[in-house]
């Protein structure tokens, strides 16, 4: 699901970046990855946690994936050309990657699967794409955020199938998904850091 004007609003703001920043910080101190590997981002947006997880884990490939094309191109003017050596660009459904299975050491989402109505179709294809014990670095939203009685007029998400965090849990063990460190506000949203188990 595309966001409208309001979410991108709130996702392309200076203090988006600086969230993301003590995110993917909290990350890698959970998850201190070695350097050089072969890492997707979903939903890249303009780019900046792409910007991020470059100096924070200096992969040796990444690519920035959305499913909205401009997005991508805005992402491509984001990044500095130094950054672009090492990153490729890729307009992509979250169901339906176009990478072969096992191909990522690392998959990040940052707020992603919350905009999705197959939730659960895209953990399954974040763990096609990933390795046997890789990492998923997660950032999600539970529907008290975003569904409450201003923002479900404001933003725009699926109203069905929505998940809490023990629908999330129970989901991503379904999907071989073992979390390795979590940082959980109930009524808010999850950051996470989980290896695929098989």
Known sequence: MKLNWAELLVVNNPSRVWQQKFEIGWMRKHAPLPPGGSFL???????AGASIIQREFSPGFLCAMDLDHLMIRR???????????????CVADALHLPQPDGAFDAVF???VLHHIPDWQGALAE??????????????????TL?????????????????????????????????IQSSFELKLFGILAVLIKTS
């Open 126 to 143: 974040v763990g096609r794409v990933l390795r046997p014990g890789g990492t998923y670095f997660l950032e999600e939203l539970y529907p």
């Open 75 to 89: 992402a491509f003017h984001y990044l500095e050309p130094r950054e672009r050596q090492t990153i490729s660009f």
């Open 146 to 178: 975003y569904q409450n009685f201003i923002t479900k007029h404001i933003l725009l998400h699926p109203t069905q199938n929505r998940f809490g965090g023990e629908e999330l849990k129970t989901a991503l063990d379904a999907a071989n998904f073992s």
């Open 41 to 47: 981002e979903i939903g890249c947006g303009r780019g």
């Open 109 to 111: 989402g940052f707020g």
